[in-house]
């Protein structure tokens, strides 16, 4: 059965990288949402917890329950169930309308739009946003906002974070207005983090880079951060074509001598994305995917019992035209798990 192989001493590398960019475990939130981008949240809740980490990202309450035990604070980003809660979830605040939706004493962090004009609230209506979480009682403890293009060489990752320094210099004087405590600020993303030389808020949500990899222009100085999903699959059946026999759907692999090949059990029933057999890609191994991929299963040029797919899904993201969130948040999220 193909299997996802999660490499400890990789994810552990690139969360030491940021811890040290920003200062303390203490300030890192992994952001877990969608399985922890196909990783696995529990399988990674588990890990980021071993490595000290306090603060944990997802989408859902549901999410949030399942890693509970592991975390000190987790942020809810986006759910409209918002009936239950518990003293360690902090639901994120997207319009004024979800104020009045939550229970009293709900943890809340308020986020406002900057620039991006995706969720959050207006900068004209902080004051107004405060105010109404104030008289519903919600317990104010944090304020975010979201970079649209951090990863880009471009004046908006400035401009956005001189809009939230305003975002900051107005809910402190607000606060104080109302004998409120100062919530915890953050707009870091993975992106966004290492474009800060001197990391100053309270919290970076940090996604694709605890992974291993930073969708950014080349220009900017990254860090080597290692992958740390590989994919691997297990043979089916072995057998040998001969020379100008074709291979798979549509016959778009024609065999240039005489050769043997294996099927893999996986495809892109299990979220492998589909390969129509124009584009030749290679596994780490050097073997070649041969023809399209079929639902549940591809043709190698190996008789190997077990072939690691990838184990850096750059190169594989560039042949899809796709970034490496696609490829490893599509992964079917019953592919067993396995720490090394």
């Not at 620039?115 to 902080?126: Q, V, Y």
């Not at 584009?279 to 190698?300: A, F, W």
Request: hydrophobic letters at 35%; one cysteine or more.
């Amino acid at each position: 059965m193909a299997k996802i192989v999660l490499n400890k001493s990789h994810y552990f590398h690139n969360l030491k990288i940021i811890s040290e960019h920003v200062g303390s475990k203490e300030k890192v939130a992994v952001v877990l949402k969608d399985n922890a981008y196909g990783h696995g949240l529990l399988e990674i809740a588990k890990l980021a917890n071993e490595f000290g980490i306090e603060n944990a990202v997802v989408r859902t309450i549901e999410e949030a329950k399942k890693i509970e035990p592991f975390f000190r604070q987790i942020l809810i980003l986006a759910d409209n169930n918002l009936n239950t809660y518990s003293h360690s979830f902090h639901i994120v605040i997207n319009t004024l309308e979800d104020i009045q939706r939550l229970p009293e004493n709900t943890n809340v962090h308020l986020k406002v739009d900057t620039g991006m004009h995706r969720n959050g609230i207006s900068i004209e209506t902080l004051e107004e946003a405060i105010l109404g979480i104030y008289k519903k009682k919600l317990n104010l403890t944090g304020i975010l906002t979201h970079y649209r293009s951090a990863d880009e060489l471009s004046c908006d990752f400035f401009w956005q974070r001189s809009v939230f320094k305003q975002v900051k210099s107005e809910t402190k004087i607000i606060c104080e207005k109302l004998f409120l405590p100062i919530p915890k600020f953050h707009s870091a993303n993975s992106s966004g983090l290492f474009r800060f030389k001197n990391f100053d808020e309270d919290l970076v949500r940090v996604g694709i880079a605890q992974y291993g990899y930073l969708e950014t222009n080349i220009i900017f100085s990254n860090p080597k951060l290692k992958p740390v999903m590989s994919l691997w699959a297990n043979k089916i059946a072995t057998r040998t074509i001969k020379k100008n026999q074709k291979v798979g759907y549509g016959g778009t692999y024609l065999a240039k001598n005489d050769m043997k090949i294996s099927t893999y059990d996986l495809g892109y029933g299990d979220g492998f994305l589909r390969l129509n057999g124009t584009q030749k890609y290679t596994t780490p191994k050097g073997y070649e995917i041969l023809g399209r991929v079929s639902m549940d299963n591809i043709s190698i040029n190996s008789d190997d019992d077990e072939v690691c797919i990838f184990d850096d899904v750059k190169e594989l993201a560039k042949l899809q035209n796709t970034i490496t969130y696609e490829i490893t948040t599509t992964l079917n999220p019953n592919i067993p798990k396995e720490i090394r």
